[in-house]
């Protein structure tokens, strides 16, 4: 077969062949068979190695030369040969066994006929064959008949088809599989070269599509926070919960502790031997270091450099400054110096160390044995640099290196034969006399170089005599020795841990102990301690403890470094047969001074931290923040303190100094690279908008995230101005809802009053927020709405049947608006005032005074007439000249002037309501503190005659009015009853200066007469809302299957809860549609549930409120509810959402001298329990306040309600109570739910009858009792400081008050002043009503000349403006009456907890001389 | 003084392992910038699809910022959390994306990756779940070598967020 039609068949063959030249046993002759057989060898693994493209081809290229050489050998040989290798080949094809005979005779190759001239790289060189078309086989490539391959019988079996995974073929062209098919056909008759299937056995595809070789990057060690955590699966813990980090972390903890040995510097049974050895070895430690440290040859070495510097400057270099020079020899001579110090140190640290060595020697020699070890040689070194000044060029590790082989060398030389033997006497050298050596020693220094110097070796090698030859004393000595053993005890964290092998000494003190410790921790460490011990026999004592530190996390036992830790011993120990004992004086030497050594010694330990098997730690991490050692120096690179550390001009070459000089150059450079260089973050700047401080001025911005991060209070969102210019001050103040609250010029009382406010605050603000935060936990049906189904069924309409127009006509009813169509303007509240009653009048004896006194003056002759025409009992009757006036949010009206004690107005006022914010929701409108204030005044005429007049007197009429009394309605309880239709008690002062109440009895309603009531006066009222309000649709948001108990904290059992929320339920049922309150749990002052029973525990009153003081008409009861009226209440609502209000314990309410209306009345009702009386909480609702809670208690048979407010009481039945209502009760016990429909007041407050009264808890039910304490401890005010403050209220109240009538002149009357102030005490004392009587009309007969009208106010302390505020109120400061003094007292009654009582009385004084009060007859009327 | 509002919402992940998923979110700004008002961080509700390959949260997000500077624009990162059927979570991807810097409305489509771990971790995962998390996962969004991690991308999570922009022009920031 020629080349070319090889070539062919591999084209045909469709697989591109590189041919390429290869090395061939190049005297071959192929036959035509052989080449055949080696083609399809080839072939063959062409097909199977379908991956390798590029297959190599051998290709016959002539070589002349070579195959000329090889002329001997023969073509027979050349053909076995050949058939040899291909043998086997030949044998499985029969084919080409038919070839090759043929081959033989035709067609091998002739290589010999090669033309030598030419190339043989040129393809015209590769030999060509002719071709016979019949000798070549050329597979078809048309699909080879199955039968053919498969037997007959046989059907093929696809194994994909059974379920197995076969793999995927590679990917061959169809033509040339079928062309490998039918070669293989052909040429092996498909003889196991087909599978079951009738196809060419393939191996899957041999190619990877993925791959899967890792990169593998060049850096070893990830860095740090690239680290991952592999963190298991794991429930997401609420953000609330703590987890620790020692329970993560638990038992990978690992301490290794290597204890290496013990070294006793002293020990009681050291020798005299001993103890000099000691010293020795401690000079020469000492000379050790001094050497480390090499000091004399830094310091020689710098003087070296510095004359070489100076000699020149001095040759050279004519224009150095003189100074420079100057600098230096100044430097060279402190250098000197310092050399100087340095040399003597050392040659007298020699010399010490060779005179303990001499004294060793000397003892050994006396004593006649040896019993250490040590071993001191001196060593000459002789120091071979001669010529110095030229030669010294080399550097410093050279020289030294030069030196020490000098010494060693002088070492083996001179001292083999000198070696000390001290065991032996036949001793002979002698060290060096210290005389001597003091010589050579300040030769050396003067003379530098070309010196002998010495060096001292101390080594442990001497050789102790053997005990045999020892005197008794040391016989014994080291016998006890031998019985002595040291362990150590380890301690972690004050544990006992582990303990050591005990060991025994060695002649040198010296334990070896050689153990390690793994520790395993889970606690984190605090300390370890090890303790040594000594045990003699059985007998061990603790010779001492120490405390070692534990390693950094760093410290792994890797890298970790042996320790040394020294410890000592005080303890006691007599000196016994050679040894010197322990803390006991002794001599060494009879001409010795005494000594006294204490135990003492070296422990060498390695603590370390273990290595897991990744190389990490196992340490408890590192706390985040590790100030790095360099970092201060580094990041802040203080100028002034690099100045100074400049200054210091430390040797920047001393090896001492190599860390300081490291860090001074780089906080140098970071300093410069901070000035000289380009930084990006200094221009960053310039990329800047705006500053931080324009931001910060920026007030919308201050106003959008005031906002945002007060957006709890969803009422006060509300939008913000797009522009600054919009923004005003009034919108900070919205979100400014704490102004600053302690004002600096406020007195002490003050203070703390306001510090109580501001924690109420915020324990409700923070209840509040839990209350939001809870909301905020939807429920499922609160986000899904799920689709309910229409009701298709109507309702059927049974109005069809009524009568289309009713007989009797119907009230058409007020049009009730829900409160979110509200806005400005629309909500309006009307006033109508219809009559009062009982009124008290002007005094009789003032009068009488006024008539008395008409006669003298000068009056016209018409008022005259009316003076005395007028009867004495229309006198009586026209006594005083009320008028009302109703103030609501700034706007005042007021009615017309009646005559006499019983008026009758009939006037109706509206009164614009605002709500702040135009914020109309029910929300913000029960957040409404604003007050309906009704007053009422006695209108007081003064006239003045004016003689001067030409024609006769003229009159001028002058008005003042005088304050009778108020009453009080809060917003809050008109939005809650909707309408005010009562007769209202007047609050009216104690007394009434220059007024009297008229012993007249009254009417009521139904025209029953009642019994006249001292001091009180009635007035009737209509007050009501214009629109009326509904509030259902709060009302309706209630969830009726939400528990919300559930939803707060509580300490509470879960079954109380559950029995309560029952409860609840079940009065709500019970109580069908009226809105009754139940309470049962209550939010404490840390937003917790609390039952509300628990509240309740009997306190102690206070004992002087208590005690009886003889003047004093009130009961004990009445005292203390006084008492309490003079806490004050919070001046802002005080409740949590609509979970009812915050309750303060009664401890809270004393502390704080603070509470709101329930607190208050806990407080009294604990009272009233340690006065072993029975006391309910009332909660219901009264005409003035609203909801509200009374105190209620029995005496006998009847019942009788406390305002904690006011201190007032009521009898049950009384019909001027202003309580109406009752809701339930609540005490210790328990708590009764009122079951009757109605809710009028009940006859009998009977909580055993079941059938009115609903307990909460069963009869005998003993729920856990509260946890508050029975005694309360009541600090008492401070005199000082309440004198202080009444000091501060007159002078505030007087400038007030002179503010008010500003362009009049006030005159104060201190005479009546001071007078007022003594009634004052005494009415604080609450004198019988005949004494106090007597006491005003003593004031009233001292100012005879004046007539005095005026009223003490009595009130709790809160602050300043409280007072300031009920002082206006009165209006005493707007009287016209020329001439008119005034008189203005305070007195403050302190009571413990700096509960205040405030009394200010306030009186104007006119005189009579000026004029007449105009008395208007009833003929007027 | 610039203003940013980005107001828009966390629609949902495609293209994770498993599709019951939830977000944790949060935004990252440079020291110029000022929160006004509006929450800079979350996490969504966990989304089980009954059908499709989606978990839509529809998480909203109304942020307000100012800033002084162009320093340090925000940045969203995002952890993707499976909530498998026992109810543990495990984290499925990092991501971050920039918030758009245009005003209008915009798609985001932000891409996740997960460290991938030793392969103990791996198989650990495979059978009882859990998996590698970042020791600090604020190389999220800034980390100079993070590519030295040995990740595997997993899903996108998809936003769509509305950039308001205010007085930016005032400063030469064209918008």
């Known amino acids: ?173 169809r033509k040339m599989m079928n062309k490998m098919d039918n070669r293989l056909i052909e040429e092996e008759k498909g003889q196991s070269w087909f599978g079951e299937n009738g196809c060419v056995i393939a191996i899957p595809d041999p190619i990877q599509k993925y791959w899967h070789c890792k990169v593998d990057f060049p850096f070893s060690s990830q860095s740090p926070c690239l680290a991952t955590v592999h963190i298991r699966p794991d429930k997401l813990r609420s953000a609330g919960s703590v987890v620790s980090n020692a329970e993560a972390s638990a038992g990978l903890w690992q301490l290794d502790l290597n204890l290496a040995r013990l070294n006793f510097t002293h020990h009681p049974l050291f020798c005299t031997e001993h103890v000099l050895a000691q010293r020795l070895y401690e000079l020469y430690e000492r000379y050790e270091t001094r050497e480390m440290k090499g000091a004399t040859t830094f310091l020689r070495e710098k003087l070296r450099g510095l004359r070489k510097s100076e000699t020149a400057l001095t040759t050279t270099d004519e224009t150095a400054p003189g100074s420079k020079l100057r600098d230096l020899r100044q430097e060279i001579r402190k250098t000197h110096v310092a050399l100087k110090n340095e040399r ?85 050298y002698i060290p060096p006399v210290p005389g001597q050596e003091e010589e050579t020693f300040t030769d050396s220094v003067n003379q530098k170089a070309d010196q002998l110097d010495v060096v001292p070796v101390l080594t442990m090698c001497g050789v102790v005599t053997p005990t045999s030859s020892c005197p008794p004393d040391e016989k014994v000595r080291r016998y006890e020795l031998a019985n002595h053993k040291v362990s150590v005890n380890i301690f972690y964290n004050g544990k006992h841990v582990s303990t050591s092998e005990p060991s025994t000494f060695d002649s040198d003190f010296r334990v070896q102990i050689q153990q390690m410790f793994n520790m395993q921790i889970i606690h984190s460490p605090e300390n370890i301690m090890l303790e040594i011990c000594e045990t003699v026999k059985h007998k061990s004592t603790v010779v001492a403890k120490i405390y070692v530190p534990i390693p950094d996390r760093n410290m792994l036992s890797s890298n970790a470094t042996m320790e040394r830790s020294e410890f000592s011993s005080d303890r006691t120990i007599k000196a016994y047969y050679a040894g010197v004992g322990s803390n006991v004086p002794f001599k060494l030497e009879k001409e010795d001074t005494e000594v006294c050594l204490i135990t003492s010694g070296r422990l060498l330990y390695v603590l370390s931290w273990a290595v897991d098997e990744s190389g990490f730690p196992m340490a408890p991490t590192a706390p985040p923040h590790r100030p790095s050692f360099t970092r201060p120096m580094v990041s802040g690179p203080n100028a002034s303190r690099l100045e100074w550390i400049r200054d210091l001009q430390c040797d920047p070459n001393h090896p001492s100094n190599t860390e300081l000089t490291e860090l001074l150059r780089e906080a140098c450079e970071q300093r410069d690279r901070a000035t000289g260089h380009f930084r990006l973050h200094a221009l960053e700047e310039e990329f800047d908008f705006t500053t931080e401080e324009q931001l910060e001025k920026s007030r919308r911005f201050g106003l959008l995230q005031l906002r945002s991060s007060h957006a709890v209070d969803v009422s006060l969102s509300k939008p913000i101005p797009l522009h600054d210019r919009d923004i005003t001050e009034a919108m900070f103040a919205d979100y400014d809802a704490s102004p600053s609250l302690f004002l600096m010029d406020e007195d002490p009382i003050t203070m703390q009053r306001a510090r109580s406010i501001h924690y109420i605050q915020k324990a409700l603000n923070l209840a509040r927020m839990k209350l939001l935060n809870i909301k905020r936990k939807y429920k499922f049906s609160d986000i899904v709405t799920e689709y309910q189904e229409a009701d298709t069924v109507t309702e059927f309409d049974w109005d069809m049947f009524r009568l289309k127009r009713p007989l009797r006509p119907q009230r058409v009813k007020t049009k009730i608006i829900p409160t979110c169509s509200l806005s400005d303007g629309d909500l309006r509240i009307r006033v109508a005032i219809n009559n009062a009653q009982a009124l008290p009048v002007r005094q009789e004896a003032f009068l009488k005074e006024i008539h008395a006194r008409g006669s003298c003056c000068a009056l016209t002759s018409s008022s005259r007439h009316n003076m005395t025409s007028s009867s004495e009992k229309a006198v009586l009757q026209a006594q005083v000249q009320p008028f009302v006036e109703v103030r609501f949010q700034e706007t005042t009206y007021e009615s017309s002037i009646e005559q006499g004690p019983n008026p009758c107005w009939r006037e109706e006022f509206t009164l614009e309501f605002k709500s702040l914010g135009g ?87 139904q025209g029953i007469e009642i019994p006249a009531r001292r001091n009180t006066s009635f007035i009737n009222v209509f007050i009501t809302l214009d629109p009326a309000i509904s509030l259902s649709d709060d009302q309706m948001a209630k969830d009726g299957d939400q528990k919300p108990l559930w939803l707060f904290s509580t300490d509470e059992d879960e079954d109380l809860l559950d029995l309560t929320y029952e409860y609840e339920k079940q009065c709500k049922v019970a109580a069908g549609r009226v809105k009754k309150r139940v309470i049962t749990t209550v939010i404490n002052s840390e937003g917790k549930f609390v039952l509300a029973h628990r509240f309740f525990k009997p306190l102690p009153p206070p004992q002087e409120v208590v005690l009886d003081t003889p003047d004093n008409s009130m009961s004990v009861l009445e005292r203390v509810a006084a008492f309490v009226s003079m806490i004050p209440t919070l001046s802002f609502p005080s409740d949590v959402g609509d979970s009812g209000d915050m309750w303060l314990t009664s401890e809270q309410c004393l502390e704080l001298a603070m509470g709101n209306d329930v607190s208050l009345a806990v407080l009294l009702c604990n009272f009233f329990h340690d006065l072993k009386l029975n006391g309910w909480l009332l909660v219901g609702t009264s005409v003035i306040e609203g909801e509200t809670t009374y105190v209620l208690t029995q005496e006998n048979t009847w019942f009788v309600l406390w305002n904690p407010r006011d201190g007032k009481h009521y009898q049950s039945y009384d019909s001027f109570c202003p309580l109406k209502t009752v809701d339930c009760l609540v005490n210790g016990e328990n708590v009764w739910f009122h079951l009757q429909p109605t809710r009028k007041m009940p006859i009998t407050f009977d909580v055993s009858n079941n059938a009115t009264w609903k307990p909460l808890f069963p009869k005998g039910f003993n729920s856990d009792k509260s946890s508050m304490p029975t005694e309360i401890k009541y600090h008492p005010s401070q005199i000082d400081l309440v004198n202080l403050l009444q000091r501060r209220m007159e002078m505030k109240l007087k400038s007030c008050v002179m503010d008010w009538r500003s362009p009049h002149p006030t005159r104060w009357s201190p005479r ?109 009327h | 003084m610039a203003e940013l509002h980005i107001i828009g919402q966390i629609v949902g992940a495609s293209g994770f392992p498993q599709n019951s998923l939830f977000c944790k979110w949060g935004i990252h700004t440079g020291g110029a910038w000022r929160l006004l008002s509006g929450l800079k961080e979350g996490q969504t509700q966990v989304d089980l699809p009954q059908t499709g390959y989606m978990a839509y949260w529809s998480h909203p997000i109304d942020l307000h910022y100012t800033t002084k500077g162009l320093q340090g624009w925000p940045k969203l990162h995002l952890q993707v959390w499976h909530q498998d059927a026992f109810g543990r979570c495990q984290l499925y991807g990092y991501g971050y994306c920039h918030v758009p810097s245009s005003p209008g409305h915009h798609h985001v489509r932000c891409v996740t990756w997960r460290p991938l771990g030793s392969w103990q971790e791996q198989i650990a995962q495979t059978f009882v779940g859990g998996g590698p998390q970042l020791r600090s996962p604020n190389i999220i969004y800034s980390g100079a070598d993070r590519y030295r991690l040995h990740t595997v991308a997993m899903g996108t999570v998809e936003l769509e967020l509305g950039i308001i922009m205010r007085h930016f022009d005032r400063y030469g920031v064209e918008s």
Request: charge should be negative; proline fraction near 5%; aromatic fraction near 8%.
């Open chain 1, 344 to 428: 003597q140190a050392d040659i007298s640290l020699v010399r010490n160390i060779v005179a303990a060595w001499k004294r060793i020697k000397t003892l050994r020699a006396k004593n006649g044995y040896v019993s250490t070890t040590v071993k001191l040689q001196l060593h000459k070194v002789k120091a071979r640099i001669t010529d110095s000044a030229t030669n010294r060029t080399g550097t410093d590790e050279h020289m030294k290196a030069r030196l020490y082989t000098d010494g060693d060398v002088t070492i083996k030389q001179h001292y083999l034969c000198r070696e000390l033997k001290e065991h032996k006497e036949e001793e002979i």
């Open chain 1, 1 to 173: 077969m020629t080349e070319e039609n090889k070539e062919k068949l591999q084209l045909q063959d469709g697989v591109h062949i590189q041919e390429r030249v290869i090395q061939h046993p190049p005297h071959i002759r192929l036959s035509r068979s052989q080449e055949r057989g080696r083609l399809m060898l080839q072939e063959y693994k062409l097909k199977t190695l379908q991956s390798k493209i590029n297959v190599a081809r051998e290709v016959r290229i002539k070589e002349p030369q070579k195959i000329a050489d090889k002329q001997s050998c023969s073509e027979e040989e050349a053909y076995r040969f050949f058939c040899h290798e291909f043998d086997e080949l030949e044998r499985n094809g029969p084919t080409t066994g038919t070839l090759s005979q043929q081959s033989r005779i035709d067609t091998v190759i002739d290589i010999e006929n090669v033309d030598e001239g030419h190339n043989p790289l040129v393809p015209g060189d590769i030999e060509t064959l002719d071709v016979n078309p019949d000798l070549l086989f050329v597979p078809s490539d048309l699909p080879v008949n199955q039968m053919r391959i498969i037997p007959r019988y046989l059907k093929p079996r696809f194994l994909e088809d059974e379920g197995f995974y076969v793999g995927e073929r590679p990917q061959v062209p």
């Open chain 1, 919 to 1005: 914020d109309y929701s029910h929300a913000a409108l029960s957040k409404v503190q604003d007050n309906i204030v009704i007053n009422v005044f006695d209108e007081m005429s003064f006239q003045v005659i004016e003689s001067s007049s030409l024609r006769g007197c003229g009159t001028q009429v002058f008005s003042g009015r005088q304050w009778l009394g108020s009453v009080t309605l809060p917003f809050r309880s008109l939005l809650q009853q909707s309408k005010v239709y009562e007769k209202l008690t007047i609050c009216t002062p104690p007394t009434l200066l220059g007024y009297t109440w008229t012993g007249e009895d009254m009417v009521n309603d």
């Open chain 1, 1312 to 1420: 009546c002043a001071v007078m007022l102030s003594e009634v004052m005490q005494k009415l604080e004392r609450n004198p019988a009503p005949d004494t106090l009587e007597l006491e005003i009309d003593r004031v009233l007969d001292t100012m005879k000349d004046y007539k005095v009208t005026g009223f003490p106010i009595h009130m709790a302390y809160q602050d300043m403006s409280t007072v300031i505020e009920a002082v206006y109120n009165t209006r005493i400061h707007s009287t016209e009456i020329p001439g008119t003094e005034f008189a203005l007292s305070t007195y403050i009654h302190p009571y413990p907890n700096h509960i205040l009582s405030v009394w200010i009385f306030l009186a104007t004084l006119v005189k009579h001389q000026h004029g007449v009060f105009y008395v208007p007859s009833v003929h007027e």
